[in-house]
Each structure stands twice: as C-alpha cells, then as structure tokens.
C-alpha cells in the first residue's frame, strides 16, 4: 500500500514484477528480487544506482544494507493480528495449511520480539533515518500520512495522487474482526 501511495505520489519505484498481483493483493507487491541478495553480502552496487529512488526492504533484511550509503526509511507498523490474519488467509486460497490460535500467539511473540530488534538496530544505525507509519493511519487518514511521508522525502511528492492511492476496500484483515474476503 505505501510503496502504491509513493509511486502515485512520484517517486521512481524500483519493482521487476516477478512477484505478479493476485487475489492478496490485487495491486501489486512492489518488489525487487534483487533485495533478497541483501543476506549474502555480494552485489550490493546496485544500491547507487537506487539513490533518490524507492526499494521495498522487508524488517528482516534491513540489518543487511551496506552502512557506505544512507536510507530514508519509511517503516509501516501494523497490529500483528492483523498481520497473521492475512497471512492466514493467503495460505488459506494456496491450500496451504494455516497455523491455530496456539500458533498465532507464539508467532506474535517471536514477531514483535523481532520487530523491537529492528528498531533498536536501525536507531543505533547512523546511516539510517527513520519514519513510523502506523498501516491503520494509512487507511483512515491518508492525506495526513501523505503529508508526513513526503516531508520526511523532502517535499517532491503528490500528495493528492498518494492519499487518492489508498483504497480502503482492499484493508481486509483487521484486528478484532474476521473478514468474509
């Protein structure tokens, strides 16, 4: 959804389309296959050539990017029931089996333990500025969030076309309730 709201907004997105729309998300993934290479430490020079432009980098990976550049980071916070409820629906339409209550519970754990590393190690990262969005803010209040997005890009960007972006048809999966889609 953000990467959608920054790439309506104007910024240049660097995607290869490997990864197609589907019924999960019906607009896209925005993502780069390249990014996972991040872990091994090889090839990392096309980052210069990302200078000014937007990768989409999951949690995990970002304690992999070269500390030789600098990042403007915008990081989107989302409730982690609402994370694994959507995860849990997309192995549901694969056929996959999805994890149980039990599960769920030991997952939110590991995740938000997780999560708290990340942030502790992007703030200990001088290379790395950071901005917290919260995923819900984004649905309710897009042209709030557009605004502050594109301050902390340094105020290039649409704010019309990004809050115009959001569809909040496609937000499904939301803490508390149990979506029928």
């Known amino acids: 959804m953000l990467m959608g709201m920054l790439a309506a907004g104007g910024l240049e997105t660097l995607v290869d389309g490997v990864r197609a729309p589907d019924d999960d998300n019906p607009l896209g993934y925005f993502e ?3 990014v996972r290479q991040l872990q091994t430490g090889m090839d990392t ?4 050539d990302a200078r000014g432009k937007c990768v989409k980098v999951i949690s995990y990976l970002l304690k992999h990017l070269p500390a030789d550049e600098r990042y403007r980071i915008v990081f989107v916070r989302r409730d982690l029931a609402e994370v694994l409820a959507s995860q849990r629906r997309t192995l549901e339409r694969r056929g996959e089996p999805g994890s149980d209550t039990a599960e769920d ?3 939110a754990g590991a995740f938000a333990a997780h999560l708290s590393k990340v942030e502790r190690e992007l ?4 290379e790395c500025e950071v901005l917290y969005v919260d995923h819900r803010s984004v649905i309710e209040n897009p042209r709030t969030v557009a605004e502050q997005v594109n ?5 290039r960007l649409d704010l019309d076309r990004m809050a115009e972006s959001v569809d909040p048809r496609l937000y499904r999966q939301r803490a508390g309730e149990e979506s029928a889609t």
Do not use: S
Request: charged residues 35%; proline residues 0%; positive net charge.
């Open 32 to 34: 780069l296959e390249r």
């Open 45 to 48: 020079a096309w980052l210069r």
């Open 105 to 107: 519970g030991r997952l």
């Open 123 to 126: 703030a200990a990262r001088a």
């Open 151 to 155: 301050r902390f890009l340094g105020d």
